[in-house]
């Protein structure tokens, strides 16, 4: 793994920023509409945002005077490059063996 692929999953290892992530797979959205929705503070909000911005997850844009922040799909590609992985590795695996003659009883 990557340090990048780390930073990643790091970022996502924290309950409230997973969820805050989760929220915005439905579209941008601001902090306080962020906010709004989970049972923690704006500042609270603006530095799991940090987080998840710093790990490649989420981007953001201005909107007059707020900032809108949205998830960013290369993040999103790295996660799932990083889990595939382990699919392919699982269905190599799983050839091998399916093509692995019988052995023959004694």
Do not use: N
């Not at 409230?16 to 902090?31: M, N």
């Not at 007059?64 to 990083?82: F, I, N, Q």
């Not at 799983?94 to 692995?100: L, S, T």
């Amino acid at each position: 793994m990557s340090t990048y692929q780390g930073a990643l999953l790091d970022a996502l290892g924290d309950a409230t920023r997973r969820s805050i992530f989760e929220a915005l797979a439905t579209g941008p959205r601001s902090v306080g509409d962020i906010a709004a929705a989970l049972p923690v503070s704006r500042p609270a909000v603006s530095q799991h945002l940090k987080v998840l911005k710093d790990a490649g997850l989420v981007s953001s844009r201005p909107d007059g005077t707020r900032r809108l922040y949205e998830v960013d799909p290369t993040g999103v590609a790295a996660v799932r490059d990083y889990f595939d992985t382990f699919w392919t590795d699982a269905l190599a695996a799983f050839k091998v063996a399916a093509e692995r003659p019988p052995e023959e009883e004694a």
